[in-house]
């Protein structure tokens, strides 16, 4: 099918930790995986995306590694801040072919940064 | 630049009604794609529409409808509403190019009584 399974639902680190946030999907045709932060009360964001050409992006305190051949691909947060509590989603496109936009999510995580 | 804008913000229907959502995507952009969001399902793709056509259509009854017109703005209609509905309907906006960021507008805030 063309879900995307994301683990854990929860996860709660303490302040300064790391947190890593991965998600499994099962098509062999997804080329692109973004990941977007929803902070209580607002719209999704985009965070960091990767394309199947690479196998790790960084951007200051947040990575996605991909590992195309297990089908995962993950986001690792270092140094975890307050304002880094929201609820991630990875996604990847809903389609089989090419060309559209819609993206298919996963059910999310609500990361807690513990003071 | 404006954001995407979505109307209304809120409203309450009861069972068997039909609801006509707006989305206004950002100038340029020729996609728009609609979402529903619920506690328990997270984000779940609706379908998607780019130059008037829909492209891509998620697993959705055929009570969920949708168009978009010639200036890229869309409509998202659910005809004879249940109690599942209640949701918060998210548009968001891209060029259209295939895998591009998502520009998410602050949603349709729906009850269903």
């Known amino acids: 099918g063309e879900n995307v399974e994301q683990h854990p639902s929860t996860l709660s680190v303490q302040e300064g930790d790391s947190a890593v946030i991965k998600c499994t999907y099962s098509d062999s045709a997804s080329n692109y995986f973004p990941w977007y932060k929803q902070e209580l009360g607002k719209r999704p964001q985009l965070i960091i995306d990767?394309?199947?050409?690479?196998g790790e992006k960084k951007d200051q305190r947040i990575a996605v590694t991909l590992n195309k051949t297990a089908k995962h691909f993950s986001l690792h947060i270092t140094e975890t801040q307050p304002e880094d509590s929201a609820v991630y989603f990875c996604a990847k496109p809903g389609y089989s072919g090419g060309g559209a936009d819609g993206l298919t999510f996963g059910k999310g995580t609500h990361l807690i940064i513990q003071p | 630049k404006a954001g995407v804008t979505q109307t209304p913000r809120y409203l309450i229907k009861t069972r068997g009604q039909q609801v006509t959502l707006s989305c206004s995507p950002i100038s340029g952009h020729r996609s728009v794609s609609w979402y529903q969001q619920t506690p328990g399902q997270g984000l779940q793709f609706l379908f998607e529409y780019f130059s008037e056509t829909q492209r891509n259509k998620g697993n959705f009854p055929g009570r969920f409808s949708g168009r978009q017109f010639s200036n890229s703005r869309s409509e998202m209609n659910v005809s004879t509403l249940e109690l599942g509905d209640s949701a918060l309907y998210l548009c968001a906006s891209s060029r259209g190019q295939g895998t591009g960021e998502l520009f998410f507008g602050e949603g349709s805030r729906l009850t269903v009584l």
């Open positions: 990767i394309r199947s050409n690479v």
